[in-house]
């Protein structure tokens, strides 16, 4: 027979043996839940290192690029194209010319020389900074009268974070030049402050080397942040820097800030000329 007591301390310990199994149960659980939590953020960061390494995740600019900028770029949806502003290109066709080195000097460094480019958009009056370039107006003046820039297109064009027009290769894709590079000139140009290139400077490009340039130039529509490497070698006019925000007003085409024109940009005729 089992006393009143004996039965009450019986049920004691099978309320708390229940108790210690929900108990133990409930920890299992978690344990299995928390694996399962972790296994999913695992995979997460993995993922997120994974996008960062192979380039999804940028933060900055290129360029041109010119590595140009620090300022991150949101991806972006391309919206609806603007009206074409300009005008359709005249008719003729890029010459295919290339030269193994850079011309002989022949220009009065002493004498103003100009450069005009009478684009689909309107013409740019360019003044030369010819004393202070010497080897890229040469260069330009050579290339003018060769007729190399006559009927390129301009191939890009920013609109975040630097606000440039980049121009002068014959391919159209960034990647053409003459055949030859000059050396960086003017770097310390008394307009490059704070590391600022001025609206209405025109400047050249390179592949971010020292001594690269060749033919392609941008001209500065809109004050933009850019180290001291790029050569500046012109100041374009008020009617010029108009035609420029005309362009930049249609935008680019990636809708991103950095993209070919909207614009129909094509160099009918360029022209150098001394004063």
């Not at 695992?42 to 993922?47: C, L, R, S």
């Not at 202070?132 to 009268?145: I, K, M, Q, R």
């Not at 592949?207 to 100041?235: A, E, N, R």
């Amino acid at each position: 027979m089992v006393s009143q007591e004996q039965r009450r301390r019986q049920l004691a310990r099978e309320k708390f043996l229940r108790q210690q199994q929900r108990r133990t149960s409930a920890r299992r659980k978690a344990r299995v839940r928390n694996s399962v939590i972790a296994s999913v953020l695992g995979v997460v960061v993995i993922g997120s290192v994974a996008l960062y390494t192979t380039g999804v995740l940028k933060n900055g600019d290129d360029d041109k690029k010119t590595n140009a900028s620090a300022d991150v770029t949101p991806s972006a949806t391309p919206s609806k194209k603007a009206p074409d502003p300009c005008a359709k290109p005249a008719a003729g066709s890029i010459g295919k010319l290339q030269w193994k080195k850079e011309p002989a000097m022949t220009i009065d460094t002493s004498a103003k020389y100009t450069m005009k480019l009478a684009t689909t958009c309107g013409d740019i009056g360019i003044a030369l900074k010819t004393s202070a370039a010497p080897h890229t107006v040469n260069s330009f003046d050579f290339l003018a009268g060769k007729g190399f820039f006559d009927h390129t297109k301009c191939h890009r064009l920013t609109t975040n974070g630097i606000y440039v027009l980049q121009c002068g290769d014959p391919t159209g894709q960034g990647s053409g030049g003459p055949g030859y590079t000059i050396p960086d000139e003017n770097l310390k140009d008394a307009s490059l402050k704070g590391n600022k290139y001025p609206a209405g400077t025109v400047a050249m490009a390179n592949t971010g080397q020292k001594h690269t340039g060749g033919s392609q130039f941008f001209l500065v529509y809109k004050d933009s942040p850019l180290p001291p490497s790029y050569t500046p070698f012109g100041t374009i006019d008020a009617a010029g820097l108009k035609v420029l925000d005309k362009i930049a007003a249609a935008g680019e085409n990636t809708a991103a800030g950095d993209g070919a024109p909207n614009a129909t940009v094509v160099i009918n005729k360029a022209t150098v000329t001394k004063s």
